[in-house]
């Protein structure tokens, strides 16, 4: 009897413990959320020149922590539309928009994009990289892309060439140790080899 009550006692106590966690969760995600949508709209706007964007709860659950979530967006000139059927630049551009709202709700010190830059254009890729300018006094980016545009932006390049067939060599390169006329100043602490210029490591990177 005396084990039976302890073991009812224990469960009550571990449902009151459920239940505390439960609504504190709901208030912190219904917190961060707010926070989120609020930057997420913002560089919505910046990314695409234009437009809205939203994050919406799905509607059916009575329990918010059960619920998805759902990304809604209308680019300049378009209707609202859900991200799934956006082009494949749109959804670039929202998902980095996404991205960067939760960094800004909480930064991380570093964020590594794969070649997120592949489906825009020229000037989609400017808003990009602007906007991506203004995270770099907390986050540091490691961006892998074949965008000229893109590198152009950085501080250092880095990237694998291959000088003879089937061996390849790592090459770096700051913008800061190039010269005007596209050669590495001798003094330039690199990766690369001395003899190469800047131009090579450009195409390389």
Known sequence: SAQYH???DSKTA???IIS???VDSRQLFIE???TVRGHFQELFRRLFGGGQADIIIEEGDQDILESGVEIVACPPGKDMRTISLLSGGEKTLTCVALLLAVFRSKPSP???LDEVDAALDEANIGR???VLGEFLSSTQFVVIT???KTMSGASTLYGVTMQESGISKLVSVRFEDVTEDGHILPTAGRLADPNQDASTNRHAA
Do not use: W
């Open 20 to 22: 505390r966690i439960n």
């Open 6 to 8: 302890d073991l009812v």
């Open 32 to 34: 961060t959320l707010n």
């Open 128 to 130: 990009f990289t602007n």
């Open 110 to 112: 570093f964020c590594v």
């Open 14 to 16: 571990l449902e009151r």
């Open 146 to 148: 074949h965008s000229k």
